[in-house]
T-cell receptor, first 113, second 114 residues
Framework: AQSVTQPDIHITVSEGASLELRCNYS??????LFWYVQSPGQGLQLLLK??????LVQGIKGFEAEFKRSQSSFNLRKPSVHWSDAAEYFC???????????FGQGTRLTINP | ETGVTQTPRHLVMGMTNKKSLKCEQH?????MYWYKQSAKKPLELMFV???????ENNSVPSRFSPECPNSSHLFLHLHTLQPEDSALYLC?????????????FGQGTRLTVV
């Protein structure tokens, strides 16, 4: 069965600092991996996705993620955060793309001015 | 209008009421989904529809009844709900071809059962 673990429930960083959000997955085959962001009271917006190929994936809003098969990880990074990045971030794994998405519990990101 | 639209955005209902949530996607997708997002729990997939046919029911209680009249519209009919059903209900859609698909989400309906 698929599962996703986001070890950090809440992270606080200063504006301008770098960010890394952790995601570990469990899945028997090559997974399809996603990062979504949710602002308060809003739905989920796709930041980036990995299906195959280059293991370093670029997304929107300056985010990137790296797929590391040996570590079963898909960590999200941003070199310099902005106050508008404060939100909740969800990692997801899909055996068949969008058809069977399993989400992590989310990491809430707070930005200090 | 573009994307995935959900109405209403907020709903308060009593345990004996019957109400419906509506979702409409303007993306030309062929698959639609209902998710439940409760506090302190991961998003839970409830139902999947492909080409208007239900292909997944993730052990959802019968007090939740989905309906997909066409590929653009999805409803969730609610009756005799419990307070623990209070949550954010999210609709999503995707274009299924090779399995390498991504889900596009609506803004959700915040449901409170009193």
């Amino acid at each position: 069965a698929q599962s996703v673990t986001q070890p950090d429930i809440h992270i606080t960083v200063s504006e301008g600092a770098s960010l890394e959000l952790r995601c570990n997955y469990s899945y028997g085959a090559t997974p399809y991996l996603f990062w979504y962001v949710q602002s308060p009271g809003q739905g989920l917006q796709l930041l980036l996705k990995y299906f195959s190929g280059d293991t370093l994936v670029q997304g929107i809003k300056g985010f990137e993620a790296e797929f590391k098969r040996s570590q079963s990880s898909f960590n999200l990074r941003k070199p310099s955060v902005h106050w508008s990045d404060a939100a909740e971030y969800f990692c997801a794994v899909g055996a068949k793309g969008a058809q069977k998405l399993v989400f992590g519990q989310g990491t809430r990101l707070t930005i200090n001015p | 209008e573009t994307g995935v639209t959900q109405t209403p955005r907020h709903l308060v209902m009593g345990m004996t009421n019957k109400k419906s949530l509506k979702c409409e996607q303007h993306l030309g997708h062929n698959a639609m989904y209902w998710y439940k997002q409760s506090a302190k729990k991961p998003l839970e997939l409830m139902f999947v529809y492909n080409f208007k046919e239900q292909t997944e029911n993730n052990s959802v209680p019968s007090r939740f009844s989905p309906e997909c009249p066409n590929s653009s519209h999805l409803f969730l009919h609610l009756h005799t709900l419990q307070p623990e059903d209070s949550a954010l209900y999210l609709c999503a859609s995707s274009q299924e071809r090779t399995g390498q698909s991504e889900a596009f989400f609506g803004q959700g309906t915040r449901l409170t059962v009193v």
